[in-house]
């Protein structure tokens, strides 16, 4: 599909995360250790963890952007989710990808990083 097409109406521009696995919480919580370090918020509140998917045999692949393309930490921070997220018992393996479709925006952060970081 050419760029600038738009997806289909009704495409969800993020993966859903597979929510009802028994490890999601778990890794949604090891996402929340995780800092930007120029943000006083947590990775997952900061909305910046796109989609969390784990199979069957718990392998977890994590889809997150970043605040900006020029973000200092770009080569660094999927390192990070990773190195959270592998110790977690049960987990098989962690695949951390980095997009920028769609491109983050402040209206993807939770309501406690809005009233964290004074926007609320």
Same mark, same amino acid.
């Given at each position: ?12 521009? %993020?993966?859903?995360?597979?929510? =009802?696995h028994p490890l999601h919480e778990a890794v949604v919580e090891?996402? /929340?250790? $995780? ?11 900061? =909305?910046? %963890? ?6 069957? &045999?718990?392998? $977890? /692949? ?7 393309? =020029? ?9 990070? $989710?990773?190195?959270? $997220? ?8 962690v695949d951390v990808e980095l997009t920028w479709e769609p ?8 309501? &406690?990083? /809005?009233? &964290?970081?004074?926007?609320?």
């Amino acid at each position: 599909m050419p760029e600038d097409t738009p997806p289909l109406e009704g495409t969800p521009l %993020i993966t859903p995360s597979s929510t =009802g696995h028994p490890l999601h919480e778990a890794v949604v919580e090891a996402c /929340r250790t $995780v800092y930007d370090p120029e943000i006083p918020v947590n990775i997952f509140d900061l =909305g910046l %963890i796109y989609s969390i998917l784990i199979n069957e &045999e718990n392998e $977890v /692949r994590v889809i997150m952007s970043l605040t900006a393309p =020029g973000c200092p930490v770009a080569g660094e921070m999927p390192g990070w $989710v990773a190195d959270a $997220v592998e110790p977690l018992p049960g987990v098989k393996q962690v695949d951390v990808e980095l997009t920028w479709e769609p491109p983050w925006g402040m209206e993807m952060m939770s309501d &406690e990083a /809005r009233l &964290e970081l004074g926007f609320m």
